[in-house]
T-cell receptor, first 115, second 111 residues
């Protein structure tokens, strides 16, 4: 069974450029999460989708960040324009959704460096 | 703010049991205890979760005190590949987006 797939695994870009991170959740999972991890702030939830609908985006740092989930098997996190402080590892996670003990499974992450 | 307190680091000899403690003194009756780990540069990996009974799976055992204010994750025979940061998280029923990862415990398994 394939786990959560993220691409690219590494991204290096220059300040001001648009960056798009991609995620394919585990087949059959209805919930999808985007996290960001930095040394200073640890692992933070950015946004949470359920059945392709954004449920909680309170963690999205600012308007430069946007996320979409056009269908059950694909999501994107876009940063436009990117800034050096956006450098971090971005993780996508998915879960079945619903139920008392819904377990999240994480992808390998995308390491973003903004110069 | 994370709802849990963990020691920042621990060492364990290879082949011995690793016992990782976690305090969650403000846990509510509707909150589960979850454990994840993160091996360097990888995504967090689910280990185990529990409510009030002890739990065991192929990876680890979870011991939760009777008052539920603390728990211990046990890796029965630690290997070098178990070196990782271990996160203890409490999460309410049905509150899927309330996974607050604190600083965790950095476990180093030594030969």
């Amino acid at each position: 069974d394939a786990g959560v797939i993220q691409s690219p695994r590494h991204e290096v870009t220059e300040m001001g450029q648009e960056v798009t991170l991609r995620c394919k959740p585990i087949s059959g999972h209805n919930s999808l999460f985007w996290y960001r991890q930095t040394m200073m702030r640890g692992l933070e939830l950015l946004i949470y989708f359920n059945n392709n609908v954004p449920i909680d985006d309170s963690g999205m740092p600012e308007d430069r960040f946007s996320a979409k989930m056009p269908n059950a098997s694909f999501s994107t996190l876009k940063i436009q324009p990117s800034e050096p402080r956006d450098s971090a590892v971005y993780f996508c996670a998915s879960s079945l959704g619903g139920g008392r003990t819904d377990t999240q499974y994480f992808g390998p992450g995308t390491r973003l460096t903004v110069l | 703010d994370a709802k849990t307190t963990q020691p920042p680091s621990m060492d364990c000899a290879e082949g011995r049991a690793a016992n990782l403690p976690c305090n969650h003194s403000t846990i509510s009756g509707n909150e589960y205890v979850y454990w994840y780990r993160q091996i360097h540069s990888q995504g967090p990996q689910y280990i185990i979760h529990g409510l009030k009974n002890n739990e065991t799976n192929e990876m680890a055992s979870l011991i939760i005190t009777e008052d539920r204010k603390s728990s211990t994750l046990i890796l029965p025979h630690a290997t070098l590949r178990d070196t990782a940061v271990y996160y203890c998280i409490v999460r309410a029923f049905y509150n899927n987006n309330d996974m607050r990862f604190g600083a965790g415990t950095r476990l180093t398994v030594k030969p």
